[in-house]
């Protein structure tokens, strides 16, 4: 499965720089790189670290000319690389499969052409899936779902009664979608849980890691929308609206009925209370504790966060705070003997 | 499936305020809600909203009178609310259903009547299950757990050895109950697992929500109180005891053998570390980091977490340290100046 | 199933202080133990506990002499209190148990001597598994996936293609292992998925807790070093390298990139931005925020995350600025009063 660094230029279509002759037998990152391997630089700073590697050629974008180290230069190089990783991995035998005997289809689900249902997964009644989606083992639709066409669940994903699915979208392993959202009214020393008659929708686009937890609404939907990415055990509360092409990191949490806007990021960690509003395009600092309404376009930090510059501002503040404490003890000493010599001086 | 207002009036035992032939087509939250929508109003504060809201009617409790909307009024606004959200939402299909022939269930398991268990579940040795319990697809319970009646586990929970489940349980999809404690000794440079010999119990009138993890104890049972509601992605480490009708909210994390009063509230991503006791109706803000006991009917806030108030007070002076810090600066040159007016003075 | 206090001992081969008739009905921690159960008490500072504790009688190391109560002496307390727990335990039926004709084994992986495969569990296809490994229920195996010989499996965990697990490992219920990094570049306004070529790799006798979720690499490996023990809900992004023998705990996440040495430790709920290096033996204090690469051997704490020694002056100094900031205003009126005396005296 070796190929000569000349066939790999073939294969990419770029430009050879070296012999054409070495036999390279992988292709891994500068960090991983084994001798025989190519490696990728998709800058000119990554100079130093090329030198340290043991890659036998390196990828590069036009711009950048490694030293010492036959290269091969493209237009594209994380595709480019994307193609040879492609040409190294052993083939792990993934054949076009259709409908498993051993998957437990209600009588009236209706599937579309191409869909795949690997063995163990259960479609309930009622359950519309489009064309071409792929449904993984012990994946489980509770009835009355609707799944758009091109749609990947991957194995142990829940979607509760009613979910309603784009095209396109990519859910992973053990997500969660449309779980009882947590309200609760006490009564009499008792915590009764509110109505539970809502949904869950997802846009077109939307991708939803591993583990992730989005919860039915109240009485409605929480909805996701268009293009939105969400990574791993991110937790989504009931009657939330999440606005288009969001980026939400991993483990964020947001309470009930919050909403965001379009191109919203939040880095990891991050917990936003209920009921607030994140305008369009705001950014969200990792691990931000947000306890009120964001700004569009506005950077915010910290717990409790504020804008960014008042933030940086407060920790530096901070930082200065153990020398500043003890400056103002010396302050407080030598105002003292001031008083004192201005007292004696009277 | 529309209805006229009259007739919703008449679904809700409500009173009627307006024309009774208005057609009605659905019912959604204010924020939701299209022209033809019924809404709801729960407070008088809502009243500009609802001037903005697309909603044909409108549902009030008796002390809103909402203007320039037609309205019905009712007792019970929520409880009505959800009787007319549940006329309009399509039929699921659910069916009653018994023990699926593809579930795979031990021969010294005991299912009490008008059990469900859906396929692909898996049933191990010596469990038993209460009466009217569901047991959703893609459950296991390993051998020995004993489940009360009224339970539901959806989709995908998983139950360890020896678990015990009280009675109207609900453990939402993907929570693992009973998975090995993170406890270790490090002889000779390598970890070596505690042992895990414990169990969990759950009580009465439980739930937990999606993708919660909650450890087995050491030798003994990591217990959750009578009546506590946890949400989703929370995290409970082994050996710890949470008192009854806790709400815990969601991602939060509690450390090994620490213990929880009756009715604690701990808000969104707060956590405690191991062997801390939290008094009875303690109250804890959203992403504390609480490193020591917390007494009864406290509010402890913050990382580390303190009081409420002095918290607060922190904070509050923290936001103004910047400022505090020019002042400072500002000082110290006004008392050189004076330290050396005096000087010249002498 | 009850026995006598001096069968006990023997079963332990431990020197007995007391009535060898003692009968005794189970084994519980002091905390939990009731009449009739033996505790066991591994330190002397545990003798208040146990003078209000109901148990019949106490296990304990030679150095600890406990007032008042039965005891039996042995050299190691927890190995020998295991053993009597299990003698209580009911047993669950844990039977010897071979591949179950319900799971779904593709005819191309290879199982190596006593493997067992439970029902509903799924392997696919070019999937090898070493000698006596355990496949738990509703176990999802993508292709190409190389596990060796004695791993456990718990039920639900999800191995995407090509994962390599290492010999002893064991994965708890729920946790994910190689979904897709959470990386995207922005074109035209629409987030586009990076390659997702990678895969996850995992060393020999690593722990992953109930939940936790590991990314495949983009173009090759995220690595879990040997004898690394992970809690539950841990989050490992795309590409990052984890060293040998570290302690992570629940709820901790790891952006795209980040290495660590060996023996790290980070408590729970810690969180690290992508890109960055843990040194070796380095301890990341609970909730860090950890922005900047860590030197060996260090302790950070807080957030964003300093060396432990500043962070406590911060919080120290943090803790008085309150009172601080009162004597800072008496003091500002002090100078002026000065400097208006001073004023005149001129």
Redesign the interface.
């Known amino acids: 499965m070796d190929l000569a660094l000349g066939d790999i230029a073939n294969l990419v279509g770029g430009q050879l720089n070296g012999d054409a002759g070495i036999p390279i037998s992988g ?3 500068i ?2 790189a084994n001798a025989g391997d190519i490696t ?1 630089a998709d800058k000119a700073q990554l100079a130093n670290q090329l030198a340290d590697c043991r890659a036998a050629a390196v990828l590069v974008p036009p711009d950048v000319t490694p030293d010492g180290l036959p290269f091969v230069t493209v237009s594209n190089v ?2 480019s ?2 193609k040879i ?2 040409h190294f ?2 083939d ?4 076009p499969y259709g409908v ?1 005997a ?1 998957a ?1 289809i209600s009588q ?1 689900a209706k599937l579309g052409r191409d869909v795949v249902v ?3 997964a ?1 479609i ?3 359950v519309h899936i489009g064309e071409g989606s792929i449904i ?3 994946v ?1 639709i ?3 779902s609707r799944i758009g066409h091109n749609v990947t669940l ?3 994903v ?1 979607l ?3 979910t309603v699915i784009g095209n396109r979208v ?1 859910i ?3 997500a ?1 979608i449309g ?2 959202g ?1 309200g ?1 009214k006490t009564v009499e ?3 009764k ?3 539970q ?1 809502g949904y869950v929708t997802v846009g077109d ?1 939307v ?1 939803i ?3 992730t ?1 989005i ?1 039915r ?5 929480t909805s996701i929308g268009e ?1 939105t ?1 969400i ?3 991110v ?1 989504i ?1 009931h ?1 939330c ?1 999440i606005g288009r ?1 969001n ?1 939400l ?3 964020v ?1 947001i ?1 009930g009925s919050s909403t965001t806007g379009d ?1 919203v990021v939040m880095a ?2 991050v ?1 936003l ?1 209920d009921h607030i509003e994140i305008g369009d395009r705001a950014i969200l600092g ?2 931000s ?1 947000v ?1 009120n309404s964001v700004p569009s376009d506005s950077v915010y930090l910290g ?2 966060a ?1 804008a960014d510059r008042e933030q940086m ?10 020398e ?2 003890r ?2 003890k010396a ?2 000493k ?2 003292a003997a ?2 004192e ?2 007292n004696d ?2």
Chains 1, 2, 3 share one sequence.
């Open positions: 292709a891994a990152i960090r991983d990728l994380h595709a690389f994307a990783v492609e991995r052993r792990a035998g993934n054949q498993s051993a437990h009236s690997y063995p163990t259960t309930g009644d009622d993984h083992p012990g489980h509770l009835p009355g991957f194995p142990n829940v509760y009664e009613n990519i992973h392993a053990g969660v779980a009882y947590f609760y020393g008792r915590h849980l509110s109505a008659l686009d991708e890691g591993a583990g937890t919860d609404g109240t009485y409605g939907a293009g990415k990574d791993n055990l937790m509360a009657n609206r092409h980026l990191c991993s483990q949490g309470a191109y990891g960690q917990g209370r990792a691990k504790g306890m717990y409790p504020t501002q407060k920790q530096a503040a901070l930082a200065k705070l153990p500043m404490r400056q103002f302050l407080q030598q105002v001031l008083a010599k201005l001086a009277a």
